[in-house]
């Protein structure tokens, strides 16, 4: 069974702090998505990485793929209270349409 | 706006009701998806539709129904509900790749808050 982890749980910043949250799994994925769900609406998709060690930026995020596939990180600059939400990773296989979701990290940034 | 819409966003009902909530998505996928988010607990896949076929089913209570009558329409159909069914019930779809094909990405509607009294 493929399973995502997590890190941290929750987070409390100060706006303008910069911060980094990290998903691990010790499965290998074809492609991980980021998404940050706001409370009572749906997730929405930040990114997809699909290459072993890429990076792509989206204005002040960045988020790394690993060499391996197995594990992803994102990278906030200068935090805006705007971020504030849940920041979920979900691993896809390269067939079928299965997903798997990591628990979340919970983001607060405070003005 | 992400293609994929959910109704109703709100929903109250006890324990003996009939009701059900419907996903429309206008992305052109050929896979949807309903799964359910409690608090404090990670998202849990209910069903998936693939060319509107049910290809997984996780062990979900008989009183939740899907229906996927096409490609583009997802319905649940919920009866006698229990208050631990309270939660957000969140619709998705993806455009399901063939071996050697591009990744997937899944795209999700707004959710329906549901409260079981």
């Known amino acids: 069974t493929q399973l995502l982890e997590q890190s941290p749980q929750f987070l409390s910043i100060q706006e303008g702090e910069n911060l980094t949250v990290y998903c691990n799994s010790s499965?290998?994925?074809?492609?991980l998505q980021w998404y940050r769900q706001e409370p009572g609406e749906g997730p929405v998709l930040l990114v997809t990485v699909v290459t072993g060690g890429e990076v792509k930026k989206l204005k002040r995020l960045t988020f790394q793929f690993g060499d391996a596939r197995k594990d992803s990180s994102l990278h906030i600059t200068a935090a805006q209270p705007g971020d504030t939400g849940l920041y979920l990773c979900?691993?896809?296989?390269?067939?079928?349409?299965?997903?798997?979701f990591g628990p979340g990290t919970r983001l607060s940034v405070l003005p | 706006e992400t293609g994929v819409t959910q109704t109703p966003r709100h929903l109250v009902m006890g324990m003996t009701n009939k009701k059900s909530l419907k996903c429309e998505q206008h992305l052109g996928h050929n896979a949807m998806y309903w799964y359910k988010q409690s608090a404090k607990k990670p998202l849990e896949l209910m069903f998936v539709?693939?060319?509107?076929?049910?290809?997984e089913n996780n062990s979900v209570p008989s009183r939740f129904s899907p229906e996927c009558p096409n490609s583009s329409h997802l319905f649940l159909h919920l009866h006698t509900l229990q208050p631990e069914d309270s939660a957000l019930y969140l619709c998705a779809s993806s455009q399901a790749k063939l071996a050697g094909g591009t990744y997937n990405e899944q795209f999700f509607g707004p959710g329906t808050r549901l409260t079981v009294l």
């Open positions: 539709y693939s060319l509107e076929e049910r290809v």
């Open positions: 499965s290998v994925f074809s492609s």
């Open positions: 979900a691993g896809a296989s390269n067939y079928g349409q299965n997903f798997v």
